[in-house]
Each structure stands twice: as structure tokens, then as C-alpha cells.
């Protein structure tokens, strides 16, 4: 009788409790395109080149303060270099590179945030670029303004082109490229700046 009642009262105790626990509502924050930046950087054996790409939207999601998901589209046929060569902006918008006129946009999703110290996580999820998808790793910061506004910030995102099939003048495909070789990697700077 008594196991019967410390049963019950047990089995009371988790349902009143269960009450009182609030389910886990996400709150998604819009990305805003226009206060939002992605620069990239690309290198080669004799220099290097960079310049910007413009966002086309994306939503971050939270559980209080804390990233737990989202996704950002990339507006491939804004490419733009630094130093205004229509010839390269021309070329990396051609199928050696991007292919912009059959792949339009390039995605990344949100898979994991695993948080570290401060206002840094590290964000995992899968980037998107012309088809094809692999999983990405990078870390990132998360800052909070007065207004209620998020800024998610990556300085160093590590991208292998090659494994999106640009493969133009990379030497791990073409050894005897010499000093016309472009490094498979580049590099992107995003920021993302988002409210409810």
C-alpha cells in the first residue's frame, strides 16, 4: 500500500511539475539583406583578389539568447571584386567558377551550434554552392545590441572549391598548372545582422 501511494504521489509530483516547465518556443529573427555583409577572399600564387556578394534573406533562431538554427541565401550574381575588374567579376561568374546563370543562389543551413566562451559558438551546417552540398564547420560570435537586434559574425570561413566542382587552375587537379595556380581554398567574412 505504501510502495502504492509513494507511486502515485511520485507519478503527481512529475505531472504538476511538467506544467510549470515551458515548452521550447524558437524565435526567429529575420535577417536584415541590407545591413548584412559577406566579403570573400580569394588567393592565387602571384596575389590575391577579394570583394563582396549581397545576401538575399535568411532567418537566425534562437531559444532565449541562444542560436540554435537558421540559414542565409547568397545572391551569386552580385559578385563583385574590390578593385572593379568587370573582366574578373565576368569570369567568376562564368561555369569555371560559379556558374551564376544555372545556379542563381548558394545556401547555408544551420545543422548545430555548440557554444564556447563568451558570445562565441561554433556553427555547423551545410553550404550550398552550385548543387552541390558539404558540411561546413567555422566559428562565429553572437552579439546582442540595446534595440533588439542580433549580429551573428564569422571573420574566417574556410571554403574548398573544389569540392563544389571549381576546379579552374587548381593545382591538387592540374599539377602542372605552375604559377597560374589559384588555391583551392577562400575565404568568407559574414556578418548577419537580424531582428524579431
Avoid at 507519478?11 to 511539475?17: G, H, K, P, Y
Avoid at 526567429?28 to 534573406?57: C, F, P
Avoid at 571573420?155 to 563544389?164: I, L, N, Q, S
Amino acid at each position: 500500500m505504501k510502495l502504492k501511494f509513494t507511486s502515485f504521489a511520485l507519478l503527481a509530483l512529475v505531472v504538476v511539475s511538467s506544467a510549470f516547465i515551458a515548452p521550447f518556443k524558437p524565435t526567429t529573427y529575420k535577417v536584415d539583406a541590407e545591413k548584412s555583409s559577406l566579403t570573400w577572399v580569394g588567393k592565387k600564387l602571384t596575389g590575391s583578389h577579394n570583394g563582396s556578394i549581397a545576401l538575399q534573406s535568411g532567418n537566425l533562431i534562437f531559444d532565449g539568447k541562444k542560436l540554435t538554427g537558421g540559414n542565409f541565401v547568397i545572391n551569386m550574381a552580385t559578385i563583385k571584386d574590390a578593385d572593379k575588374s568587370d573582366r574578373l567579376e565576368g569570369h567568376l561568374k562564368a561555369d569555371d567558377f560559379f556558374g551564376v546563370d544555372k545556379f542563381a543562389t548558394s545556401t547555408f543551413t544551420v545543422k548545430k551550434v555548440t557554444p564556447g566562451t563568451g558570445n562565441n559558438v561554433t556553427v555547423s551546417g551545410d553550404l550550398t554552392i552550385k548543387g552541390v552540398t558539404n558540411p561546413i564547420t567555422f566559428p562565429a560570435t553572437i552579439t546582442w545590441a540595446a534595440d533588439g537586434s542580433v549580429t551573428a559574425s564569422a571573420e574566417k570561413v574556410v571554403v574548398d572549391r573544389t569540392k563544389y566542382g571549381i576546379k579552374f587552375r587548381s593545382k591538387g587537379m592540374f599539377p602542372d598548372v605552375g604559377d597560374k595556380m589559384i588555391y583551392d581554398d577562400f575565404e568568407l567574412a559574414i556578418k548577419l545582422v537580424a531582428k524579431k
